[in-house]
């Protein structure tokens, strides 16, 4: 079975402040992906990424950056939190394309005070 | 722009109770359609995907079709244990992929 593991359940950061979300997956896939997920708006794409050292913005990259400097590895830095960063942040990674769903991990949810 | 949307956002059933959850799309090109389902504080679960018109998967109390606009998942004589958010998503002819707003199905015993 696929597995994602992202590092944290739960996060509780203050405004300001510097984070790392990170997400590793033990499948060799080429893609990964981090989404954020809040009531009433559903699931919204960060960045994503189609191999190592590349990277591409989803729908709502701002206030956002990545890291890939492994295939295995991606990971989502909020640069300078905020309140409006709080939310639950989801990593998938997949082969690519139609034939191939994505892998989703459990989830870290983030609370910015 | 891509479109997917689920109904109803919201559906309480009682245990045995037969029911469908929808996903009707407007996608350029579609290339397959995926349905997961979501437990609260995890991760979206994949169940099946889709590629054409006419096709239909079964995964124990859940089959899932898919017509030219939309798709159904059909959930016959629910249990307790079926209580999630079930998510529909769309991949569109240049790969990208759109998920819809999910339906939150609550099964009562």
């Known amino acids: 079975d696929v597995k994602v593991t992202q590092s944290s359940r739960y996060l509780v950061k203050r405004t300001g402040e510097k984070v790392f979300l990170e997400c590793v997956q033990d499948m060799d896939h080429e893609n990964m992906f981090w989404y954020r997920q809040d009531p009433g708006l559903g699931l919204r794409l960060i960045y994503f990424?189609?191999?190592?050292?590349?990277?591409e913005k989803g729908d709502i990259p701002e206030g956002y950056s990545v890291s890939r400097e492994k295939k295995e590895r991606f990971s989502l830095i909020l640069e300078s939190a905020s309140t409006n960063q709080t939310s639950m942040y989801l990593c998938?990674?997949?082969?690519?394309?139609?034939?191939?769903?994505?892998?989703f991990g459990n989830g870290t949810r983030l609370t910015v005070t | 722009e891509d479109q997917v949307t689920q109904s109803p956002e919201a559906l309480r059933l009682q245990e045995g109770e037969s029911s469908s959850l929808n996903c009707s799309y407007t996608v350029s090109g579609l290339r397959g359609l995926f349905w997961y389902r979501q437990d609260p504080g995890k991760g979206p679960e994949f169940l099946f995907t889709?590629?054409?018109a006419g096709e239909e998967k079964e995964k124990e109390r859940l089959k899932a079709t898919l017509t030219k606009k939309e798709s159904f998942l059909h959930i016959t004589a629910p249990k307790p244990e079926d209580s999630a958010t079930y998510l529909c998503?769309?991949?569109?002819?240049?790969?990208?992929?759109?998920f819809g707003g999910g339906t939150r199905l609550m099964v009562k015993p």
């Open positions: 889709l590629y054409s």
């Open positions: 998503a769309c991949y569109n002819a240049g790969n990208m992929l759109t």
């Open positions: 998938a990674s997949t082969w690519g394309g139609a034939r191939s769903p994505l892998h």
């Open positions: 990424s189609y191999d190592v050292k590349m990277k």
